[in-house]
Structure formats: C-alpha cells, structure tokens
C-alpha cells in the first residue's frame, strides 16, 4: 500500500500481519510487489518513539501487481496495543496494526482542512476534546461534519506535543478512500 507522504512509503505483507513505514524516494506504484533492504530505525514524533521504520533500498519483484485489502476494524481497534519496538497507541488494545491498511466506519465528528476525525461510536479521546480517529486525507475531502463515512487508509505514528505514546490516527490516500453514506 503506497503512500507519497514525507518521503516515504508504507509496504505490507500480502496476508496483512505486518506492515512498515519505508523511508525512500523509489518510484513504486499500489500493488507493486517490493523487497527492501535496509536498517530499521524509530521515527520520532514530538520528541517520543511513534513508529518503527526502514531507511534503505527498494527493489520491485516483477511479478503481477496485487494490491492488499484494507482490515476492516473498529475506531478502537486502530493502533492496538505496544509491543517490544512499538508502544501502540494511548489506551490501545489488542494487535498492534500500526503500518497496515485499515478500514473505518463513522460519523464525522470534526472537519478542519483535510483532516477528519471519525467516531463509530467508541468515544475515542483525541486533542482538543475532539473525538474520533484522527483521519489525514493527502487530498480535499468532500464530506461535512456529521456525515457517515467510511475511511481507508494507513495507520501512522502521530504523538501529539505533550502526549507519550500515539494517537490512533490514519492516512487516507485517494479520495475513493473516503466514501460518504
């Protein structure tokens, strides 16, 4: 699942148990099917490790493109919980799924430029008393507040200033990533 943002990509295992955020500027396409090699570091947001990351080289497999399907999961699902090199997100449960494409289902709580926060009813706390996973959209998207939306997109580290660990938060790519109701 490719992702143009900060100079980087996200890659996932076919049958979706892993994904990674991949620093490089090689030109790869959704579906196309990579080995990379490299040395894993921490990206660091707000001064606190928020995700695990690869900085190296890209090499495409020449094999038919195949691009991964979204896991479908609750607002409370997104992030999980830590293991020994993520620490998942604030209040978070379950598998960490940081790196891998996700699907959400909600009710837009708020709207500011082209960020969304959704809520499928799980009262998720982000900053600002907004509630909802923070949802970054790397195009303008067309829905309102209030609007029932489904959102693809991938999950990412985002510590906000003052917190310790991640909020839940995802990146949707393309505007058919954000679907209105």
Avoid: H
């Amino acid at each position: 699942c490719v992702q143009r943002d900060d100079g980087c990509i996200y890659i996932e295992e076919p049958d979706r148990t892993g994904g990674v955020r991949v620093v490089t500027n090689e030109d790869v396409g959704v579906g196309d099917v990579v080995d990379v090699y490299g040395t894993v570091d921490t990206l660091t947001i707000s001064g606190q490790p928020a995700e695990r990351q690869i900085r190296g080289t890209v090499n495409l497999v020449p094999v038919p493109r195949a691009p991964v399907k979204p896991v479908g999961m609750t607002c409370k699902a997104v992030g999980g919980g830590p293991t020994p090199y993520s620490r998942g997100v604030v209040g978070g449960a379950g598998l960490n799924n940081i790196g891998l494409l996700v699907k959400i289902v909600g009710r837009v709580t708020d709207k500011i430029s082209n960020y969304l926060w959704v809520d499928d009813g799980s009262g998720i706390q982000d900053t600002s008393d907004r509630i909802g996973v923070m949802v970054k959209c790397l195009f303008t998207p067309t829905v309102s507040k209030n609007d029932f939306v489904s959102c693809v997109g991938v999950v990412q580290g985002s510590v906000p200033a003052g917190w310790t660990a991640n909020r839940r938060f995802i990146c949707a790519r393309f505007p058919e990533d954000i679907t209105k109701f």
